[in-house]
């Protein structure tokens, strides 16, 4: 029995788990970023889960930490994405493949030309996770001495996403007759010279790959900033965004979606899906138990480094083994702060258990039996938080083994998830419509 | 028994053929180069041969020519190289991938990451051919008006080589520890960072990919003028040379394998591979009535322009049935001019046939019986004109599976082609050492 409502569930790979404690944990696979063998596994696994997608993060730089935490984080090193997820193509059939691409350090033509190559190998599975990327580090690589500022950072960015969809439109979908017998390999009338001269860009077109399979790849955002809401509302079809409770999400739902009306957009277009840490046990206790054994292996500086931007207050002096002390007032972030300390109170952590908390992951987590996360996430659907969730697992392959294994089942069971793809595409999986051409709208 | 000498063979795709009446040949898949089960089925086939490499061109725009013939070209079209690529390694084993990159139109951060992650994911099997880019569209494509100068390219191509094998390098190959016990997943003693600041480039580093399985993924150049002959003797592994006559080859041998004892580089450390146009009969007679029915699909138009070129003379007024008829003497290439001309001498062709020749492909090609084009190579290598060849195919499957299915074999019983793969890396299939790092020699 299908619910009204379907979650649509990506699994964000970063490139494997975000949890910076993950690789040590019990039976989890070191190397699990850097060796194809298991990446494919995984992904074929989440195909046999019937996820919507894989979903890849980027980083243009080593993470920017001191380095006596990053040498102890297996996130320092991951395959360029739009390399791996190709690999991925081969070796699945259904699942869609998200990359995460920059606009501040990508050239549109380039960007277009693979993600259009991408949608191609893999049959209509592609989407493009559309960043201006945060990491200041990622600059010096490419030869600026200085972060580009955020605003001028989403200027580029939307005429950088105005140039690769114009440039997916340079041919019309029935451009390529392969006229054998008459010599006709294409229709030039069916084909559209770009020529675009913008503020940041000149690119004349047009692209030398034929329209994608799904018309465009699926266009993912991220930003929370007001300038990433607005970006998303006028071009994103999935927001994966990082609302930490249920009235956060809730709130963003609502400010998202009220903003396609007015730019003659359906709520339908928008699929918005929180991130979500997930934690399997067999009984709450043993997920419980998993979540605090893996907290317990994050590097415990790193963690009192997160717990002091938190606090607005240097942590390192407190007693790891004691509670967390009463705190003078500070400029930080009320917010910050007040969930830490809620935080603590709640879960009765004590301040080396706070810390590792915040330094493995701090977001929204589910940590539980599946009964119990199926729970959380048919809540946040019906309540009108999401449309599902970008999964986090705990660690791999083990995390992502439960969540396939055992929380997959249940939501099936309760009709809020596929047990079948209906669709061949990353656009059918998630109900979204093909764009038209712009170019040729007939 | 294999021989002294055996020969190296690369398969190049440009993406499928390079020949521009291929795709309308009997039999001829006419959308090849956008279908990957196609594309896949050639990668494994090819590997079933043996070959050392699939080889794939790369192209950043249209090709520049008028739109009546372009319109007829299946060559206007290709999936991205290092999209396509990824893919093919995921549904093969052995044999290598080398793709075409341009130094002119990318970031060196961008291109040493992804073929570092290519040749991780292919367990050790990348090569990067590296070109300046010769198509002065491709300019427009990326913010510049003007095509960059020869020179210019040139020099930003040899600092661009700096840069990227000084960034695989960023990590010594013990670098990655994976201590789940003691949480360390790297060592930054067997770090460095780069901190390039040239005339081109500043990249500061490192590399957040691991260092490539083959230290470098395999080196490729096809310069011939005297800048690019240097660049290669200094930099390349394999160079894909293009010279018609074996008396061509001996010189271009000659002269660039006589460059590098004075860069300190042993003959064996560079392998030139003459691309090579193969057109397999099971008589003589059927290979020449093959390639005369390939040639006979090439859009006349395009063929009269490309003899026209040659001649340095307005051929269009010519009658197209009759011989080549006395031409007053120019100002084009004497070389051109005197090939064509001997050309048609020499096979009795008439206009129509001579300017379909050069419009299809005119470069060195080998068209008879398994036997006779296991003597030419066999002349060729045995005499110093090449380390192997490049192979284009008349059309795919057929003149692929033909190759495959005779002419390899019959190399094969001459002892001068491998039976099975003795290693698993391109470097291992050519024979070529595996770099040192350059900061971390030990």
């Not at 392969?178 to 229709?187: I, K, N, Y």
């Not at 009964?371 to 599902?388: K, N, R």
Request: with cysteine.
């Amino acid at each position: 029995m299908a619910a009204s409502r379907q979650l649509h569930l990506g699994a964000f790979m970063r490139p494997t788990t975000i949890h910076t404690g993950a690789w040590r944990y019990p039976g989890a696979f070191p190397d699990a970023n850097f060796n194809f063998a298991h990446l494919k596994r995984f992904a074929q696994t989440l195909e046999q889960g019937c996820f919507d997608a894989f979903f890849m993060a980027d980083h243009l730089a080593l993470l920017n930490m001191p380095m006596e935490a990053l040498k102890r984080s297996h996130t320092v090193t991951s395959f360029d994405p739009l390399t791996l997820l190709p690999a991925l193509a081969a070796v699945t059939e259904r699942i869609g493949l998200i990359a995460t691409a920059s606009t501040t350090f990508n050239e549109p033509y380039h960007v277009a030309r693979k993600f259009a190559s991408l949608d191609h190998l893999s049959g209509g599975r592609a989407g493009w996770n559309v960043v201006t990327t945060s990491n200041p580090d990622a600059a010096l690589n490419f030869g600026l001495e200085e972060h580009v500022e955020h605003g001028e950072r989403y200027r580029r960015g939307r005429e950088f996403f105005d140039v690769v969809t114009g440039l997916w439109d340079s041919w019309a979908d029935d451009a390529f007759l392969r006229d054998q017998e008459q010599g006709l390999f294409f229709d030039p009338d069916r084909l559209h010279v770009l020529d675009h001269r913008g503020e940041h860009f000149r690119v004349r077109g047009p692209l030398n790959v034929a329209r994608p399979i799904q018309g465009w790849p699926v266009i993912v955002q991220a930003g929370a900033s007001e300038a990433g809401r607005q970006l998303a509302a006028e071009t994103a079809e999935v927001i994966f965004a990082a609302t930490p409770t249920l009235a956060d999400g809730q709130r963003f739902y609502r400010d998202v979606k009220g903003r396609l009306a007015a730019l003659g957009r359906a709520p339908e277009q928008l699929k918005i899906l929180p991130g979500a840490f997930v934690v399997v046990g067999g009984t709450p206790e043993e997920a419980r138990a998993k979540r605090a054994r893996l907290d317990s292996l994050v590097y415990y500086e790193s963690g009192i480094a997160a717990l002091s931007i938190a606090l607005g207050h240097d942590a390192s002096r407190f007693d790891p083994d004691g509670s967390l002390p009463e705190i003078p007032p500070s400029n930080a972030s009320h917010s910050g702060r007040e969930r830490a300390i809620a935080l603590a109170q709640r879960e009765g952590l004590t301040v080396r258990q706070l810390a590792q908390r915040l330094g493995g992951y701090a977001g929204l987590a589910m940590v539980g039996t599946a009964a119990s996360i199926a729970d959380q996430m048919e809540e946040w659907l019906l309540s009108e938080a999401c449309d599902g969730f970008n999964v986090m697992f705990s660690h791999v392959p083990g995390g992502l083994d439960d969540f396939v294994g055992q929380v997959v089942p249940e939501l099936q069971r309760r009709g809020l998830f596929r047990r079948a793809y209906e669709g061949r595409t990353l656009r059918d999986h998630l109900g979204l419509p093909r764009p038209a051409n712009r170019f040729f709208p007939d």
